[in-house]
């Protein structure tokens, strides 16, 4: 089955700077990479997705890249917030669904 | 719009004890269901999907049951809690399969005594 492995596991960051988190997997045949983002005692709620056929999607200071031959996808937040500060999760899907452990994400004012 | 409702928000149950988690879907006909386990600083992990009343798949051999009676209601059970059994747990919907983005509900928090 599929393995997701996520890193780093905390990264804390100045407000203003950049925020990259990677993950990597392991079944070839996944199609679908969803972000997730879970602040505390919360549900957690979809940033942004990428597909397969797409290597890198953007939606204002969120971007996703998709490297399929490497087996790894990272998540970009520029021009970080506090409001930014959460845990955040990664996915993988082919037949089933994994997700990363996690990166709790601290952006200090 | 479309909403998912989950409770208990917390629960506390002594080992030996059933449970029953109930989860509803408003406004989405024929959703895909979801349970996960989100266990203390860790990720999420699938125990469950249904795509459609009666039909459950279930992802890792444990201690709980789901079931679908209705088309937009999902029940995770346990006749008999494990210590093990505590932890953090989530409802989710999607429209179509596991490749299309899910939307959570508020969690369920089980402590197990």
């Known amino acids: 089955g599929e393995n997701v492995e996520q890193h780093p596991s905390t990264l804390s960051v100045q407000e203003g700077d950049s925020a990259v988190i990677k993950c990597t997997y392991s079944?070839?045949?996944?199609?679908?990479f969803p972000w997730y983002k879970q602040e505390l005692g919360k549900r957690p709620q979809l940033i942004i997705d990428?597909?397969?056929?797409?290597g890198e999607k953007k939606d204002q200071r969120i971007a996703v890249t998709l490297n399929k031959t490497a087996k790894h996808f990272s998540l970009h937040i520029t021009e970080t917030q506090p409001e930014d500060s959460a845990v955040y999760f990664c996915?993988?899907?082919?037949?089933?669904?994994?997700f990363g452990a996690g990166t709790r994400l601290t952006v200090k004012p | 719009s479309q909403t998912i409702h989950q409770w208990p928000a917390t629960l506390v149950q002594p080992v030996g004890s059933p449970l029953s988690l109930e989860c509803t879907v408003e406004g989405t006909s024929n959703p895909n269901l979801y349970w996960y386990r989100q266990a203390a600083g860790r990720g999420l992990q699938l125990l469950f999907y249904?795509?459609?009343?009666?039909?459950i798949s279930s992802e890792v051999p444990q201690n709980l049951s789901a079931s679908r009676p209705q088309d937009r209601q999902f029940i995770l059970s346990s006749k008999k809690l494990l210590l093990s059994d505590s932890g953090f747990y989530l409802c989710a919907w999607s429209v179509g399969g596991l490749n299309q983005p899910q939307h959570f509900g508020d969690g369920t928090r089980l402590s197990i005594l």
């Open positions: 996915a993988a899907v082919n037949n089933d669904m994994r």
């Open positions: 249904s795509v459609g009343i009666g039909q």
């Open positions: 990428i597909r397969s056929n797409v």
């Open positions: 079944d070839s045949a996944s199609n679908y």
